[in-house]
Nanobody, 130 residues
Framework: VQLQASGGGLVQPGGSLRLSCVVS????????IGWFRQASGKEREGVSC????????YYADSVKGRFTISRDSSKNTVYLQMDGLKPEDTAVYHC????????????????????????RGKGTQVTVSS
């Protein structure tokens, strides 16, 4: 199982980026996926999570209305569309997964349980600066 995040970079405030998380070794149909971020000197934060088996997609309050998580099962890829970027969005962004998710696990529980995710990929740096 592998997760590979990409798409980070340097962007000006107000700009947009789309991160991609390509997964291999399992399919997205029964999985739970989350995007997490960690800024220098700060605790890791669950940005957005979903459970393919059910539940309402979770977004952290800090990104609600600006970020959108989506998936393309045919490409085994999960995206994080980030619009209206702010300097405080600067962080290393990771994706993480539970390939066979429990239907009872709610997405917000996933985003508060980074170390409960079965697999965690390397991150991609996002820097928002003028």
């Amino acid at each position: 199982v592998q997760l590979q995040a990409s798409g980070g970079g340097l962007v000006q405030p107000g700009g947009s980026l789309r991160l991609s998380c390509v997964v291999s070794g399992f399919t997205l149909d029964d999985s739970a996926i989350g995007w997490f971020r960690q800024a220098s000197g700060k605790e890791r934060e669950g940005v957005s999570c979903f459970n393919s088996r059910g539940g309402i997609t979770y977004y952290a309050d800090s990104v609600k209305g600006r970020f959108t998580i989506s998936r393309d099962s045919s490409k085994n890829t999960v995206y994080l569309q980030m619009d209206g970027l702010k300097p405080e969005d600067t962080a290393v962004y990771h994706c993480a997964a539970i390939p066979e998710a429990d239907i009872l696990v709610r997405p917000f529980e996933l985003c508060y349980g980074y170390y409960k995710m079965d697999y965690r990929g390397k991150g991609t740096q996002v820097t928002v600066s003028s």
